[in-house]
């Protein structure tokens, strides 16, 4: 099992200029072979390979003679990341890839040679043979694989170590709808938590951690734009506001981290329901995107994938929230307003509270509907085949016992 420890670094002035050269040099060796692939596919229709590229890199050191100053492999993995790019961009995973700048995150790769002192907390990485301290704040164990440094915009710099574990991935237990749980996350509650008869239910209130600094930041923002831009005031009022911006980071990933953690280390649960969603698709809607990409869902359930415990999405289309849990009837009249709805079987429902067990019932639906698939040998496009929601949906059998008690 591999798995990446971040580490704040403290370089010295001498280590910080080359540290900068290597992030420099590697920004510019991808900014050329991408720029190299545009005009060879714009002109002949040919395609460059990496390896292909990655024999120019002698003869651009020539060129550029303070190339010899950083690693090489460094220089060769920024090729390769290019490449792992255009991979991702034809297998619709991310957009072109696109020009590296100097004003964001930078970062440079030691995929070999890397190696940390923990009695002196000293990282060694090639050409930094000397050790950059280091504060070793976790305990990892493992044979390190790779590094990745980076610097931030507010100026701190950190290191990424790749371990191998040497352990196998933890087991999943077989997927259970009563050990399941369901989250349903929104914006003025972050996440409502509850499992398919609601005898546990919690609701997570969403912490706003932009809101609350917003009045700083366009106080000093409207600052910077009076500022002569490269002036010594300039720069240290972009510092101040990158600093602002990293705290607001942190934030967000401590409470996502803790909120993730205690999601899945409950004992009693062994699998998350969750809604899918087309995020990049809801950020389009620009009365609500500046709210949506402050509760980050995305990182949110990247991290609840991450525990050894099951993982489940619900059918995108399923209607959650307007359909009775207990009747099935479908409220086709419910709003983004209506956070409470009375159903004509008699019950009266919290929006977010009556989602839950809807979400686990579409969740293991569609789980059962891909094991039928894959145990037919049907093809894989066939198994996300989307449809269209009906009122009367057959419920799996793993809820008929819960949902009929229920009812009755």
Not at 89 to 101: A, E, I, L, Q
Not at 190 to 216: F, Q, S
Not at 323 to 341: P, S
Not at 362 to 375: G, P, Q
Request: aromatic share 8%; proline share 4%.
């Amino acid at each position: 099992m591999l798995k990446g420890n971040l580490y704040r670094i403290y370089p010295t002035d001498e280590q910080k200029i080359l540290l900068n050269k290597h992030m420099g040099s590697v920004r510019l060796i991808y900014n050329l072979a991408l720029s190299e692939k545009q005009m060879a596919y714009n002109g002949d229709k040919i395609n460059i390979s990496v390896y292909d590229q990655a024999k120019e890199l002698p003869d651009l050191k020539k060129e550029y003679t303070w190339l010899k100053e950083i690693n090489s492999q460094s220089l060769q993995e920024s090729l390769f990341n290019l490449d792992t790019a255009y991979k991702n961009f034809f297998t619709g995973k991310s957009d072109f890839p696109k020009f590296k700048k100097r004003n964001n995150r930078q970062s440079f790769s030691c995929p070999q040679n890397v190696s940390v002192d923990k009695e002196k907390s000293l990282l060694i990485i090639p050409k930094f043979q000397e050790g950059i301290p280091i504060v070793l704040h976790r305990k990892f164990k493992g044979k390190i694989k790779s590094a990745t440094v980076s610097k931030r915009p507010c100026g701190h710099y950190y290191v990424s170590i790749l371990t191998d574990t040497g352990e196998a991935l933890p087991q999943k237990p077989e997927p259970k709808i009563a050990t399941a749980q369901a989250t349903d996350v929104g914006l003025i509650s972050y996440a409502y938590v509850g499992n398919i008869d609601l005898t546990k239910v919690e609701d997570i209130k969403n912490p706003k951690w932009v809101r609350e600094e917003m009045d700083r930041l366009k106080r000093l923002q409207r600052q910077l734009s009076k500022k002569k831009k490269g002036s010594k005031n300039y720069e240290k009022l972009r510092l101040k506001i990158a600093r602002k911006h990293e705290k607001i980071t942190r934030k967000k990933q401590d409470f996502t981290h803790k909120l993730t953690y205690k999601l899945t280390h409950d004992s009693q649960v062994e699998t998350n329901c969750v809604e899918d969603l087309n995020i990049a698709g809801l950020l389009k809607n620009h009365c609500l995107a500046g709210a949506i990409s402050e509760v980050a869902w995305g990182e949110f359930f990247r991290q609840l994938n991450w525990y050894g415990k099951n993982y489940l999405e619900a059918d995108r289309f399923a209607p959650t929230s307007k359909k009775c849990h207990l009747c099935h009837f479908v409220n086709k009249n419910l709003t983004l307003g209506d956070r409470e709805w009375d159903c004509p079987c008699g019950a009266h429902h919290v929006r977010d509270g009556n989602s839950c067990p809807n979400i686990i019932v579409s969740a293991f639906d569609k789980y059962e509907k891909r094991l039928i698939k894959d145990r037919d040998g049907l093809p894989e496009s066939s198994q996300n085949t989307a449809r269209t929601p009906d009122a009367n949906d057959a419920v799996t059998p793993l809820a008929q016992d819960f949902l009929v008690e229920k009812i009755a």
